[in-house]
């Protein structure tokens, strides 16, 4: 079974704070991404990456950005983290470009004060 | 632009009923469809994926079928359980290995 592991399951930050959310894969999948999930808008997609060092914005990166360092992990970083960036963040993995089916991880439910 | 839309928000049904879920989107260029749960305060558990050629799976007491050329997919849970309480997910991939979302919908199931 595929593994999607997020490093936090609940962050609070402060205004301002550069914050760094993980996710870690475990099945050598080549592609990975990040999206935030807030009532009423449902799921939207931050960034994505089809391989290491490889990325490419997805529908709101404003305010992000992200590293793929190593194939097996994707990190979200908030620059000067925000009120308005409070949200649960959620990580996925797929196999490789093609049509895969995306598994996800639990979320880290993200509070910025 | 891909759109995808799940009515209603939220419905309850008693146990033992059978519950159907549905979903409809704009554009029938996918791939394919998945449906997923999502319970409280967690991340998604997929649950089924058809494939844009196939026009249905199943999974136990799941079924969905898709119907790419109208736009429309269900989901079957059959003799429904206060444990299938939970938010479910309809996803689209189209394009780049792109998901389009729906909002979900939030079922109760009363005991």
């Known amino acids: 079974d595929v593994k999607v592991t997020q490093s936090s399951r609940y962050l609070v930050k402060r205004t301002g704070e550069k914050v760094f959310l993980e996710c870690v894969q475990d099945?050598?999948?080549?592609?990975m991404f990040w999206y935030r999930q807030d009532p009423g808008l449902g799921l939207r997609l931050i960034y994505f990456?089809?391989?290491?060092?490889?990325?490419e914005k997805g529908d709101i990166p404003e305010g992000y950005s992200v590293s793929r360092e190593k194939k097996e992990r994707f990190s979200l970083i908030l620059e000067s983290a925000s009120t308005n960036q409070t949200s649960m963040y959620l990580c996925?993995?797929?196999?490789?470009?093609?049509?895969?089916?995306?598994?996800f991880g639990d979320g880290t439910r993200l509070s910025i004060l | 632009k891909q759109e995808v839309t799940q009515i209603p928000a939220a419905l309850s049904v008693p146990e033992g009923e059978n519950l159907v879920l549905n979903c409809s989107f704009t554009?029938?260029?996918?791939?394919?469809l998945q449906w997923f749960r999502q319970d409280p305060g967690k991340g998604l558990t997929s649950l089924l994926l058809?494939?844009?050629?196939?026009r249905e799976q199943t999974s136990g007491r799941l079924n969905a079928s898709l119907d790419k050329s109208s736009g429309r997919s269900t989901l079957y849970i059959a003799a429904s359980q206060p444990g299938d309480s939970a938010t479910y997910l309809c996803?689209?991939?189209?394009?780049?290995?792109?998901?389009?979302f729906g909002k979900g919908n939030q079922v109760v199931v009363i005991p």
């Open positions: 996925a993995s797929s196999l490789h470009r093609g049509p895969q089916p995306q598994h």
């Open positions: 099945m050598d999948h080549e592609n």
């Open positions: 990456s089809y391989d290491v060092k490889m990325k």
């Open positions: 554009d029938s260029a996918i791939y394919n």
């Open positions: 058809i494939q844009s050629s196939q």
């Open positions: 996803a689209v991939q189209y394009g780049n290995n792109r998901l389009a």
